[in-house]
């Protein structure tokens, strides 16, 4: 059996932001605004809390 750890193979924060500004649509977004800026990439979840890539605790 392979381990979870190691069979997966994670992007950078730009790599992620590329996917998503290519395969989904943010319906309640300003589209402009989202593609200047670039996603959201959550990293991390506790409880209610979520972190970004950049460590801010959302």
Same mark, same amino acid.
């Given at each position: %059996?392979?381990? !979870? =750890? &190691? /069979?997966? @193979?994670?992007? @950078?924060?730009? &790599?992620? !932001? /590329?996917?998503?500004?290519?395969?989904?649509?943010?319906?309640? +977004?300003? %589209?402009? /605004?989202? =593609?200047?800026?670039? +996603? !959201?990439?959550?990293? $991390?979840?506790?409880?209610?809390?979520?972190?970004? +890539?950049?460590? =801010? $605790?959302?």
């Amino acid at each position: %059996m392979t381990d !979870r =750890n &190691e /069979a997966f @193979s994670p992007h @950078s924060t730009a &790599e992620y !932001r /590329a996917l998503d500004a290519a395969h989904h649509i943010h319906p309640f +977004s300003d %589209m402009g /605004a989202l =593609n200047r800026a670039g +996603s !959201r990439v959550i990293v $991390k979840a506790d409880g209610v809390y979520l972190w970004d +890539s950049d460590g =801010n $605790k959302v």
